[in-house]
């Protein structure tokens, strides 16, 4: 062999073992990352099932107070869960919590900016089509574009936004329903969107089912939310506490006040107590619009905008009126505890979906099913066009029959759907539509 030969041989030998001695490629993680991404999607399909039932499910009050507070807590939260999870995606869609390449950046921005244009058409044409005022998708574009400028603002930062639209939106809110004033009115008069019926701006921003004033308190949540790492233990036990405080802030300090303050006439005033039964289905027979407030949402049939000239804004039926939380009340106290609801069950579904795979296995349909949201939300609205209405308080058992079903093919859809697609037929179309983005430089 020559010299020549037994350099080659070395050198053979070398990348022989060179190649045996490389680690094998890395698994799919298993937890972290993974679990975050499962526990928002599980997170999703609860806020989707819950708008499921609360647009077909059992609309009336039932006489034991413990069977009648189970039974409405989808109502009015149910939405809530998704708005706040729009806020959390709103970020995740920028970039989340990593600094992004300028390019990336504009990219990234130009994306959101197109994709809210798409949901606000979407949403707009639907609630034409469907004759309904209970679609959230032209909202939840407009939240978008709202809350995008401050994209890149800290936690305190939105913490601190959510807490003022909470407190001084659900104010705001108030008035503009009350007092209806003249820019408001003007406003909903020229808008040729809200003529034909739909939700154009005057409704998107003040009077709507889900408006921007005081809603985007739930954005900001949702953005402060996805600026945390919820990978740490301790970020989770904080963010659960907060929940909790909130939700007893909101919802058992407005029925103590209630109690001391209204002891001997107990919440009458019918829409004004918000209902439990009264959701925004209540309101889909209300679809004509500019007369319609969000707290109609909260009662029935419209009574606030058509008696509020009636009202005294300082009376005790007010008074009352801000204290409640119930569902679409949009008062303050609404308003924080949907928060720390919303909080308990983001928190909750990160945490377990992070920590057992069994659970991960199991809640794989479930999962399925938040991560093709839009999909099943739109699909949802279509059939209830095909389902017999429960607004007049049908059977109990009819109703969750209903909603059973609704689920159930959900699921199945998403499920079978994503042993073969990547995405949701809807969000397929999302990501296509907004591919111009990347031709920015």
Known sequence: MTDTDTVRSERTLRLVRTDRETPPEPKPPQGGALGRVLGLDLARALAIFGMFYAHVGPMQEFKDPVVNTIMQIPHGRSSALFAILAGLSLVLL???????????????????????????????????????????????????LLALPFVRCGVKTLAVLSAAFA???????????????????????????????????????????????????????????????????????????????LALAGYGLSWVLQKVLFAGGGMGGGSMSGGSGSSGASTASSSTGSGSTGMSGSGSSGTWSDSMSGFDPWSSDMLQFLLSASPHSGTAFELLGNLG?????????????????????????????????????????????HVPSNSDGGAVTAALAVWGWFCAVGIAFAFVWSRFFKRGPLEYLMQWATGPAKLVR
């Open 94 to 144: 920028a970039g989340g919590r990593r600094p992004l390449p300028a390019l990336e950046r504009r990219q990234r921005i130009v994306k959101i900016v197109i994709r809210a244009v798409l949901l606000i058409a979407l949403g707009t044409a639907l609630t034409l089509w469907l004759h309904t005022d209970i679609v959230i998708l032209a909202f939840y574009g407009l939240f978008f």
């Open 167 to 245: 407190v001084v939106g659900s104010v705001v809110f108030y008035w503009i329903s009350m007092a209806q004033p003249a820019f408001v009115t003007a406003l909903n008069a020229h808008d040729p969107i809200t003529r034909m019926g739909a939700d154009g701006l005057g409704r998107l921003l003040f009077t709507g089912l889900y408006p921007a004033v005081p809603w985007l308190a739930y954005i900001f949540a949702g953005m402060a939310i996805a600026k945390l790492d919820l990978s740490a233990k301790r970020v989770r036990i904080g963010m659960a506490s907060v929940g909790a405080g």
């Open 341 to 385: 609801i919303a909080m308990l069950v983001i928190v909750g579904s990160v945490a377990l979906l992070d920590r057992s795979a069994l659970a991960r296995k199991l809640l794989t349909p479930i999962t399925a099913a938040g991560a093709m949201s839009l999909t099943l939300y739109v699909a949802h609205l279509w059939a209830l066009n």
